[in-house]
């Protein structure tokens, strides 16, 4: 059974930092995050692929950095400069080229506020 475990997230002031990681149970080709804020739909945060190439939202781009160790079967999300807009659950997930986002975690809780 495909496991992904999330952790980093938590309460933090506006302008300030924070590191999620995800620590999967096996290899895949694509290891990426998205975010649910109150009342609102998911939504797309940034993506990588096995060959490190990397996609963003708009919303985030410039001030998140997506990375992934392939030994260690885990991808991070380094969050600079973050925003009260960017309070929200933060979901790892993992797939395959044709369906990149097959696998989901159980999220971890972003808050930004002062």
């Known amino acids: 059974q495909v496991q992904l475990l999330e952790s980093g997230g938590g309460l933090v002031q506006p302008g300030g930092s924070l590191r999620l990681s995800c620590a999967a149970s096996g290899s895949f080709f694509t290891m990426g995050w998205s975010r649910q804020a109150p009342g609102k739909q998911r939504e797309f945060v940034a993506r990588i692929t096995g060959g490190s190439s990397t996609n963003y939202a708009d919303s985030v781009k410039g001030r998140f950095t997506i990375s992934r160790d392939n030994a260690k079967n885990t991808v991070y999300l380094q969050m600079n400069s973050l925003k009260p807009e960017d309070t929200a659950v933060y979901y790892c997930?993992?797939?395959?080229?044709?369906?990149?986002?097959?696998?989901w975690g159980q999220g971890t809780q972003v808050t930004v506020s002062s």
């Open positions: 997930n993992a797939g395959e080229p044709r369906w990149v986002d097959k696998y």
